[in-house]
């Protein structure tokens, strides 16, 4: 059973570039949130995807977007990134919709240094 | 607004010494509270869970939790740590189905032998 998988582990940016990561949800998941886990600090919730379509965000701005396609997996993009976008990020799987109330699948997170 | 507090950062504890880290929680209703743990490198892997019932709830690899409701407390405890439970701790909570689960800020595991 395969369980999220995060591409790539490691890349390393210039300030005001765009980066694109990937997560395939762990099998029988259709829903994928994203989580900043900056050094020392714990996650903090990006988006969710369900249904191909946003439904929460959370205090980050419009340079954070992403997408969802027909087969689960999703695609976190940062525009214009800054120092501070360095951190790693998580993708994590759940199903049907439902994320407070049920256990999250993490992948095993992209490092993004920006330079 | 839900919200999580880990009061400490960093713990250390002798191997085969019990532990206990400390989460405080803030949310009007019942929440959904989580453990996960982050070993270096790795993404976060769930430890526990309380939804409803039984406060006490049971574990992976030893771990136990007690959810008070009195003290909005969720502590994580394991009788006799050993040097392999070094890792990050995280408690979360969860307000419900469709509403996203929010981490506290970690605490970090130090385990000496």
């Known amino acids: 059973d395969a369980g999220v998988t995060q591409s790539p582990t490691h890349l390393i940016k210039t300030r005001g570039q765009q980066v694109t990561l990937r997560c395939s949800p762990k099998?029988?998941?259709?829903?994928v949130s994203w989580y900043q886990q900056a050094l020392g600090q714990g996650p903090q919730f990006i988006f969710q995807?369900?249904?191909?379509?946003?439904?929460q965000r959370g205090n980050f701005p419009d340079r954070f977007s992403g997408h969802q396609f027909p087969n689960y997996s999703s695609e976190l993009n940062v525009n214009a990134l800054l120092l501070g976008d360095s951190a790693l990020y998580l993708c994590?799987?759940?199903?049907?919709?439902?994320?407070?109330?049920?256990?999250?699948?993490f992948g095993q997170g992209t490092r993004l240094t920006v330079v | 607004a839900q919200s999580v507090t880990q009061p400490d950062i960093h713990i250390t504890v002798s191997e085969g010494a019990s532990l206990e880290l400390r989460c405080n929680y803030s949310?009007?209703?019942?929440?959904?509270l989580f453990w996960y743990v982050q070993s270096p490198g790795q993404g976060l892997q769930l430890l526990l869970k309380?939804?409803?019932?039984?406060?006490l709830v049971q574990g992976i690899k030893g771990f136990e939790a007690e959810f008070k409701r009195s003290q909005s407390s969720f502590n994580l405890r394991k009788p006799s740590v050993h040097w392999s439970d070094a890792a990050e701790y995280f408690c979360?909570?969860?307000?419900?189905?469709?509403?996203?689960?929010?981490f506290g800020k970690g605490t970090r595991l130090h385990i000496l032998p």
């Open positions: 994590a799987s759940t199903r049907g919709g439902g994320w407070g109330n049920t256990e999250a699948f």
């Open positions: 099998s029988g998941h259709d829903t």
């Open positions: 995807y369900y249904e191909e379509e946003e439904r």
């Open positions: 949310y009007g209703a019942t929440p959904y």
């Open positions: 309380y939804f409803s019932g039984d406060t």
């Open positions: 979360a909570v969860g307000a419900g189905r469709d509403d996203k689960i929010i």
